[in-house]
Each structure stands twice: as C-alpha cells, then as structure tokens.
C-alpha cells in the first residue's frame, strides 16, 4: 500500500496520521466531544478528510466506545466501527485488536472486547519493534498510558481500562482536559493550605499554558469558562478555583499556584510508573519512550527515574514539518505502520 491513513477515534478527540511509502506526510488531532453528541464525530471526520485526503487503506483504533454517548462499550465498539465503515468507504479499512492483530470490518462484533480501548497497545506493540525493554508512556489531554515492554513484547498486566487503572498502567491525568479539583483537598497558597472549589473552573491547560509549557496546537478543546486561551485568562480561571479573582493576587503567586498543581500531577504519574517497574522486572538501561502532547512531562517523569528518554517521533520515519504532530498522535501512527 503506497497510502495509509491511521485513525485513533476517542472520545474527546479525532487524531489521523497520513503514511505515504513509509514517512508520514501529515497528523491532525481534531476536538470531538462525543459526550455532545455523535454528530461531532461526524464533523470531526469532515474536517480531518479535508484535511487529508483520502487513502488507499485505512487502519482504526479507538477508545470512543467509553464514551457516555453509548450505553455500554461492546455496543459502543459496534457504533464507532459502523461510523467509520460509513465515513471511509469505499477504501479499504481494518480495525485494531490488540494481541490479534487487524481485522476486516466483518469481525468486529467477534473482537469487540479486544478492540475497545486498544490504542495503547498499538503504540506499545510498535515501540516492541525498536527496544527490547522499556516503558512507553504516552500523555495526551486526559490520561497517561504506562506500558511496560519486555522481550520485545508488550508486558501489561491489564488490558481493559479498569485492569489498567489498577495496575498503575492507566493514569488519569493529562495536560489538557484534567481538572484541577481531582485529586487534591488542599493546596498551598499566600503562607496556607486553602481548600478548592469543588467546581470545575479551571483545567490542566491553564496550569501548562501558566508555566509556558502547554504545545502549540495542544488543546483543542473549549476552556472552562469558554473564554480565550491566553496567560491572563488561564490566571483568572486558576485564581477562581481557589475562589478568588485574578486581581485579589499577584502573577508570581499564581505561577507557584500552577507549579504545585503540576508537581502533583507529575506525582500521580510517577506513582503509577513505579507500580509498573516494580512488577516489570526491566533493567537499568530501559529507556522511557514517550509520546503525546505531553510528553514534556515524560522527560520530566524519566529525569526522577533516573532513566534515558527517548521521543517516540525519533522511532518513526516523517517529514520534518509532521514529526511532531505524528509523536502527539502516537496511537494513530502505530497503527498506520502497523498495517503498514
């Protein structure tokens, strides 16, 4: 196949990677808030088709099928598959699962288990090609996969999303869309610890575009309030969710505000990732391979580890305009190489 479009379909967002003879040429990643309805993943789907034509194979993976839009997975993986078979006909299409590797359209409703939530492991499984041993940890908006790979084989002790949880292999946390009252009581502020507003007033997007870090093209989704994604309007929603306005306060309290909010999360992310290691049984020279649009925070995570880090976007094979953005879309970039 000259052209492979890989598809990664979640619940909050659509992220297509576009491979010409084995180098990606373009990656987008598309809001779609399918808790809105299903009509956004049809808009969401219009708007990456344009954007990338169309492609002789088409391979999917996704995590949609969670969403509350549907009234349980299984009939969840159904209605994803049916919109892309609607969407991408008449190319040519197969479907993600897991340890069985792509199936045709047909097999869907016999897979369904092993295709809800597998994109994960289609990073994981391509990351399997390059080391022998590591932990891939891919960030995006919302969550944190942690994968162990040992013997150049993908080593998850879970695969569902709630095996997953519970063994520190699924972390909910991202640089986006998590919101900063979860997981956290007390925060320190002004000489005191203060207490949150359990209200949703401000995410992980204000903390990360605060201290500087946040990606350009990252957060694709609306702000809390609705307003602008600018420093001064991030600070303003921060301020809030200690219940005071931007004004009551100084710039520099407010950084240190989101540096603790950060800290935390990189805590709950480094928790996780020793639960995996002390299990995986890795040596000390297993890199850390990090993807998504957070994966700043992964370089930070392999820093405490006292492991090298490796970018998932150095693995694959893309213009240089694309590599980035084909690293933010892990999932959907394994796929496609692994159709491939």
Known sequence: MHS????????????????????????????????????????????????????????????????????????????????AQGELSPHHLLFYAGPAGLVVPDAVADNAQAIASANWHASAALVARHFSEAVFADIGSTTTDLIPIKGARVVARGYSDAERMAHGELVYAGVVRSFLMAGLTLVPFAGRWVPLMNEWFANASDVYRILGDLPDGADAMLTADGGPKTLEASRVRLARQIGLDAKDTNPWALTLLARYFAEAQLRMITDGAHLVLSHADLGTEAPIVGAGVGRFVVKRLAERLGCAFVDFSDLIEAVPEMRHKAGDCAPASAVALLAA
Do not use: C, Y
């Open 4 to 83: 492979i479009i890989g598809w990664d379909i979640g619940g909050a967002h659509l992220k297509a990677a576009r491979l010409e003879n084995g180098r990606f040429v373009n990656a987008v990643q598309i809001a779609s808030p399918l808790w809105q309805g299903i009509e956004e993943l049809h808009r969401a789907f219009a708007e990456a088709k344009a954007l990338l034509g169309p492609a002789e194979l088409n391979a999917v993976t996704m995590t949609a099928e969670l969403s509350d839009a549907f009234p349980d997975r299984i009939e969840g993986v159904r209605r994803v598959a049916e919109i």
